[in-house]
């Protein structure tokens, strides 16, 4: 498979190079942590000729000695190389019961710079600090953006692209197939399939399964929509399928902590407080939702909040829903202590949809930037203050 450079992933790897941190490298399945893994390797040989480079993927069968974490601390310490700079790189580290014992030791003797992939719930930012007694720097890696795909392609012709984009989606690994049906088999058994039942199955030994599957399969279809984990529950009482609020709220946190969907909170912009009810879930790709459910419903609008929502994920920003009186405000998002706030629409060419999503952006009365983004397929331009862009040209730009 064609691989290319995902620049915005190498520079936070090299700002960080050589510093005592643990670097993990996490994200879901299929997203490219090994390949970016392999870039920097590479990276650093062009500039380090001499250093020492000390790699393992305990996905092979050739390490299956290594899922040992004595014998993994022992063979990283026979491979150490005095008077040069050791970097220690593994890959699927959670595959090594009690890995972080020999992390931990490798860590403290202050002679390798550590990273680390990984894709489960044992390496989310809340169990890093009980995992490891050093400090650990997080990177997320997500599917290919637009401009990663557009990259991949060689597009030239924007517009045509993101008509595929918003087809296959992000996950680079269907790329290869030819065939639409080819690359929904490969998205929904190869990623989201493995994903479900290895990951959150298997792993937390669910008995409902057919239940799990349901309240999945609910999120994907509803997108960008206020959910609840006892409105979940009804919905599927109704459905004739009894489940308490109590399953429905684990299962969700399962499908949370495996990086296959995004919760995202709600925001009281005049209270200035978060709000405990009702939340919003968005899939790590949208594609994923073609691929499982069907492209009956296409859903034009919520598909593109779902793209914008993990845009803005990939550009570091903290993302909340913003609630404005009775408005609603699609995302408000803060980065470096500033803010935006965004509207997002599918298309705004008639005067009521227009008015319906410049309303609530008016009624704010801060000077923090407010955009719309929707399909416009023209440059960006402004309306009261309002900026509009067309979503294509948003993705394709490092608009801050």
Avoid at 164 to 182: H, K, M, P, S
Avoid at 284 to 291: C, E, F, I, P, S
């Amino acid at each position: 498979m064609k691989i290319i450079n995902r620049d915005r992933y190498l520079e936070q790897l090299q700002r960080v190079r050589n510093t005592p941190d643990i670097k993990i490298i996490t994200g879901a399945r299929r997203v490219g942590k090994s390949k970016l893994m392999q870039l920097f390797m590479e990276q650093i040989r062009r500039e380090e000729t001499k250093a020492n480079i000390i790699f393992i993927n305990l996905q092979e069968l050739e390490n299956v000695d290594l899922l040992d974490y004595k014998q993994l601390h022992t063979y990283v310490m026979d491979n150490y190389k005095e008077k040069v700079n050791n970097y220690l790189f593994i890959d699927e580290i959670q595959n090594c019961e009690g890995f972080e014992k020999a992390i931990n030791s490798l860590h403290t003797k202050e002679i390798f710079d550590i990273y680390l992939t990984g894709s489960n719930a044992f390496l989310l930012s809340s169990d890093l600090a009980t995992l490891f007694t050093g400090r650990c720097y997080r990177i997320d890696i997500y599917p290919f953006s637009f401009k990663e795909f557009l990259t991949y392609f060689e597009a030239v012709d924007i517009d045509k692209a993101f008509e595929e984009y918003l087809t296959i989606g992000g996950f680079a690994g269907c790329y290869v197939y030819n065939n639409l049906a080819d690359k929904y088999n490969y998205l929904s058994n190869e990623v989201y399939q493995t994903i479900a039942h290895r990951d959150i199955v298997q792993k937390y030994n669910i008995r409902y399964v057919e239940a799990f599957n349901n309240i999945a399969n609910f999120l994907m279809n509803n997108i960008s929509n206020l959910t609840s984990s006892h409105g979940i529950a009804d919905y599927q009482t109704k459905s004739g399928l009894k489940i308490s609020h109590n399953t429905v709220s684990k299962f969700l946190y399962y499908l949370a902590h495996s990086f296959v969907f995004y919760k995202v909170s709600r925001f009281d912009l005049k209270g200035k407080r978060y709000l405990s009810s009702d939340n919003k879930y968005y899939l790590v790709d949208h594609a994923l939702r073609y691929a499982v459910l069907g492209t009956k419903d296409w859903d034009y609008g919520r598909v593109l909040e779902n793209i914008v929502y993990i845009e803005l994920r990939r550009r570091g920003y903290e993302v909340y829903i913003g609630k404005l009186y009775k408005k609603e405000i699609d995302f408000v998002a803060l980065k470096h202590g500033e803010q935006l706030y965004i509207q997002v629409s599918a298309f705004i060419d008639e005067p009521n949809t227009m008015n319906r999503e410049v309303d609530p952006l008016l009624k704010i009365r801060d000077a923090y930037p407010k955009i719309i983004i929707a399909r416009t397929h023209q440059k960006m331009y402004q309306y009261e203050g309002i900026r509009i862009y067309d979503i294509a040209r948003w993705l394709n730009e490092d608009y801050e």
